[in-house]
C-alpha cells in the first residue's frame, strides 16, 4: 500500500519558472492538503480539498494553484517561483477532515534562486 | 504568543530514560494530534485524541481538556526514537490544523 506518493523530492528552480508538485494517494480519502514547513515555524496550510472538483484556501495560498479533478490526485502548482516559496512542502490526506489521522507524503524539498 | 506551543525546543536524552514532550494550546479544540518526522523528513501520525490517554508500545499520550495541555511520554527510550515530534490541533471554530514547532528529541546510546 502506497499511502501518500509526493514528487519530487527535490526540486531547484529559478525565479520566474513555474512548476507542479504531484500528490498522490491510494487510500480513498476524501480530504487532501498542501502544507509548507520553514525554519522555526509550524508547518502552514497552503491549500485544501474536501472532495473532488472542491478546493478552497488555507492560511498561505498566494502564489500557489490546486485543482482535484479526481479523488487521488492533488496538485500543487507554483505559477512564478520566488526566492520565499524557498520551502518544504507536504501533502497530507485523511478519511475525515477532523477526527481521523492524516497521512503524509515524504516532502519535496524546494528551493527557489 | 503561538497559539500551540510545545517544550522543550530540544531535548537529549540517555537510551533507557523516560522522555515527557509537552504541549500547550490557546484555542478551542476538537482533536489533537501527535506527529513524528524523522531526520529524512517523512511525517507520521502517531497519535489522535480528543480526551484522556491513548498508549501504543512504548508511547502514551495524555490529554486534559480543561488544563489545555498534551504530553506524549516515551517510556524506555530507544536512540532510534530520535526525531522531531510535532503536536497539532483541529481548532473547533475552523476544523483547520494548527501546528506547534516541533521537539527535537536526540537518544544517544
Known amino acids: 500500500n502506497a499511502g501518500v506518493t509526493q514528487t519530487p523530492k527535490f526540486q531547484v528552480l529559478k525565479t520566474g519558472q513555474s512548476m507542479t508538485l504531484q500528490c498522490a494517494q491510494d487510500?480513498?480519502?476524501?480530504?487532501m492538503s498542501w502544507y509548507r514547513q520553514d525554519p522555526g515555524m509550524g508547518l502552514r496550510l497552503i491549500h485544501y480539498?474536501?472532495?473532488?472538483?472542491?478546493?478552497d484556501q488555507g492560511e498561505v495560498p498566494n502564489g500557489y494553484n490546486v485543482s482535484r479533478s479526481t479523488t487521488e490526485d492533488f496538485p500543487l502548482r507554483l505559477l512564478s517561483a520566488a526566492p520565499s516559496q524557498t520551502s518544504v512542502y507536504f501533502c497530507a490526506s485523511s478519511r475525515e477532515w477532523v477526527g481521523s489521522p492524516l497521512h503524509f507524503g515524504n516532502g519535496t524539498r524546494l528551493t527557489v534562486t | 504568543k503561538n497559539e500551540v506551543e510545545q517544550s522543550p525546543q530540544n531535548l537529549t536524552a540517555q537510551e533507557g530514560e523516560f522522555i515527557t514532550i509537552n504541549c500547550s494550546y490557546s484555542?478551542?479544540?476538537?482533536?489533537l494530534h501527535w506527529l513524528q518526522q524523522h531526520p529524512g523528513g517523512g511525517i507520521v501520525s502517531l497519535f489522535m485524541?480528543?480526551?484522556g490517554k491513548k498508549k501504543h508500545g512504548r508511547l502514551i499520550a495524555t490529554i486534559n481538556i480543561q488544563e489545555k495541555h498534551s504530553s506524549l511520554h516515551i517510556t524506555a527510550s530507544h536512540p532510534r526514537d530520535s526525531a522531531v515530534y510535532i503536536c497539532a490541533v483541529s481548532t473547533s471554530n475552523t476544523d483547520k490544523l494548527i501546528f506547534g514547532t516541533g521537539t527535537r528529541l536526540q537518544v544517544f546510546p
Open positions: 484555542v478551542g479544540i476538537s482533536a
Open positions: 487510500m480513498n480519502h476524501e480530504y
Open positions: 480539498s474536501v472532495g473532488a472538483g472542491i478546493t
Open positions: 485524541l480528543s480526551s
